[in-house]
């Protein structure tokens, strides 16, 4: 049985068993608008919209590019109706591509090619992306023979192969050419767009061509469709439309959601300073129009406590904040975090606490440690003034272990392949070195060599007492 595109490697033809069959008509597009897209082009036809000819024995190369990263599996449809997998085959697994990035296949300097091998007729190249990978085993098997029989069985596979994946995150695209004589085709595709609510205004490839409902006559190929009403959002899709096929598209509009939120602040007594994440907007009473999403609001008037509080700004949304503020008191917020967490705070050697960890405080000045087992102290002196915070992050740096080494000889010591000393009977070498795995070797002449390891953790004691054995010559 004849195959459009044969695989060869290292001179041997890779030849696909297939027998289930896939309607000539029958098209895969993701309905759903995703900003995903896929494009594969044969090498004859770089744009997309003609139906070049290549004849049996002809060299033939795929290119495949993607606007964000995905897997791109391809599949080769036959005037008979035959199905085979052309990406992923034996020779070539890696399917997966980059944002922006464009692959021809096969690769240069592959151990393979594509070479056209008939019948002759009217071929496409099926191109499925996805965000993630697919599992095409209920389609192919494991040595690339299809498992279903039939465009519908065909169809209910695909449909199961992108259940899991949200209907965002897959898109489709076809290429088109005929292997030998060019066969008469319509001249033209057809598409058919509508809206609810309908009027909105439709480009075809970025020109206008009417408002729904609207039925246009269009070339074979990939067509980009956008859709446009006032006070709702722009939709767009990208379909392919084959010769004398009619494609239809009907497209549900969502409202726009209006771009900002307001946010109103009152304060008790007015005229308190306001700020927004950080940024000074205006004295109480205020109103103020934000992007949605979270806003840190500060208000601050002399002789009172700074008010602070977070709020979410929703779009067309108001937001009202009353705050009551109090008269000040001498004091000041202190924090302390460290990292790694769950350290003991101290303040002015009174242990207060856990990281991360905050306190009101009367201002003035604190000598502040923080401590956790198997680090060094942390040591700071901070002034704390009123009506602020102060922020101490500490950076914790793990202790030192420390190895004591003896022999029963005299002997040369290495850690890690550095010596780090000599070593007599009945004495001792004692030194620091970092928590961790470390090798020990003791050298000495006419003895075996001394080899050992040691896994030590921070603030760690570890003695290692070395008997050296004689040479026996």
Request: aromatic share 6%.
């Amino acid at each position: 049985m004849k195959r459009a595109i044969a695989l060869l490697m290292l001179g041997l033809g890779l030849v696909a068993h297939a027998e289930p069959q896939l309607s000539p008509q029958n098209i895969v597009v993701n309905p759903v608008p995703t900003d995903l897209r896929v494009q594969v082009r044969v090498d004859r036809d770089p744009t997309g919209r003609g139906n070049p000819v290549y004849q049996i024995g002809e060299k033939i190369a795929i290119n495949v590019s993607v606007n964000q990263d995905a897997y791109v599996y391809l599949f080769g449809v036959y005037p008979n109706g035959e199905i085979s997998p052309i990406l992923p085959n034996p020779f070539d697994r890696d399917n997966f591509l980059r944002a922006g990035e464009t692959r021809r296949y096969p690769p240069v300097g592959a151990r393979y090619e594509f070479t056209i091998d008939g019948p002759e007729g009217q071929h496409r190249v099926l191109a499925v992306a996805s965000k993630r990978p697919l599992n095409i085993g209920s389609i192919i098997d494991s040595s690339l023979r299809p498992l279903v029989r039939g465009a519908d069985a065909l169809g209910r596979a695909i449909a199961i192969v992108v259940t899991p994946v949200p209907d965002q995150d897959w898109t489709t695209d076809v290429a088109f050419f005929t292997v030998g004589r060019l066969q008469p085709q319509p001249i033209s595709g057809t598409l058919v767009v509508n809206s609810s609510p309908q009027g909105a205004q439709v480009y075809l490839n970025g020109r206008f061509v009417g408002s729904t409902p609207v039925t246009v006559r269009v070339t074979p190929g990939r067509q980009d469709v956008e859709l446009r009403l006032a006070g709702y959002e722009t939709y767009r899709t990208s379909v392919n439309v084959n010769p004398g096929q009619t494609v239809n598209i009907n497209a549900t509009l969502e409202r726009t959601r209006p771009s900002t939120g307001t946010l109103v602040v009152n304060s008790s007594p007015q005229g308190a300073q306001v700020y927004v994440d950080g940024r000074f907007v205006g004295n109480t009473p205020l109103s103020i129009g934000l992007n949605p999403g979270r806003a840190d609001v500060e208000i601050r008037l002399d002789g009172y406590d700074t008010f602070r509080t977070s709020v979410v700004i929703n779009p067309g949304q108001t937001t009202t904040i009353n705050a009551s503020l109090n008269p000040s008191r001498r004091t000041g917020v202190l924090s302390v975090n460290s990292s790694p967490s769950g350290a003991d705070v101290y303040i002015d050697n009174q242990r207060v606490g856990r990281t991360p960890y905050s306190v009101q405080i009367n201002e003035g000045t604190y000598d502040v440690r923080v401590s956790l087992s198997g680090y060094t102290d942390y040591r700071t002196t901070v002034r704390v003034e009123r009506g602020q915070e102060t922020r101490i992050n500490a950076q914790l740096v793990p202790l030192r272990a420390q190895l004591t080494i003896s022999a029963n000889v005299e002997a040369r010591v290495f850690v890690d392949g550095q010596e780090v000393g000599t070593v007599g009977p009945g004495g001792t070498v004692r030194f620091d070195v970092n928590p961790g795995r470390h090798q020990v070797v003791l050298l000495s002449p006419g003895y075996r060599v001394f080899v050992t390891e040691v896994n030590l953790r921070s603030g760690e004691n570890e003695t290692i007492r070395a008997n050296l054995s004689r040479l026996n010559f």
